[in-house]
């Protein structure tokens, strides 16, 4: 494609009786059974806390991006990985408006480029915890970012009941809370124009809904949150405050 300046910019950087006793022992029974499965939610909600966060920004109007999109659809199901795929805006002129892009999105990716050294936001774009960057189709650049996250971890996040809980722990300085909501099916998207045109992509892990819910100051606290859309997925990040460092983040 007629690729953003900032994208050609980083691809040449990088080239009770007896019924009793038998009702006692089954409520015993189902007591216990209820008390595992409140362990098994419990520890299925931790089980993706403090996973990598790696944001693909891409475009279906952009001719760059279905291997990306093929990257992160591999990289989804990697239980210490979470995979956010975030639809943009500034290709839609080319003559296909992504069916998945919205501003907030655009916004949240230039959000992110001074501080990782661009002039402006470019397509294919991953971003690992808010902090490092490569382009979106080079797999092994990514999964080298994924390998050298850092070592100190956020906050204990869980997810359960409709309420998200931040543990308690150090913070510089306040970091916002952001709730993701995402679809994590393969969604086959046929693009009728522009660059793709005629081509089928597929897609994983949209995101359809990044809303901004509050703040974490280091003291423990907890946020409702709203029911999600059917067949949507819940995700919180706390991040440090204008696109800064993602410091925690859990998916249910």
Known sequence: MSAHPEYTRRVEMRNGGRWGSKRGVLLQGLAAALVMAGFAQTAAAASRSGVTVVELFT????????????????????????????????????????????????????????????????????????????????????????????????????????????????????????????????????????ENGGRTLPHRNVVHELVEIGAWTGAESGIALPKPAPGLRTAVLVQGRGGGPIVAAATD
């Open 59 to 194: 475009s279906q109007g952009c001719s760059s991006c279905p291997p990306a999109n093929a990257n992160a659809a591999a990289l989804a199901d990697r239980p210490d990985v979470l995979v956010l795929s975030f639809g943009v805006t500034y290709w839609d002129y080319l003559g296909w408006k992504d069916s998945f892009a919205a501003p907030e999105f655009t916004a949240r990716q230039r959000t992110y480029e001074p501080a990782l050294g661009h002039d402006g936001p470019f397509t294919p774009q991953i971003v690992v915890d808010g902090a490092r960057d490569t382009v979106g189709n080079d797999r092994s650049a990514i999964e080298a970012l994924i390998a050298h996250g850092p070592a100190a971890k956020g906050p204990a996040i869980t997810l359960e009941d409709g309420r998200v809980t931040i543990g308690a722990g150090k913070a510089a300085e306040p970091a916002d809370v952001w709730l993701v909501r995402y679809d994590p099916r393969v969604i086959d998207v046929a693009v009728r124009r522009g």
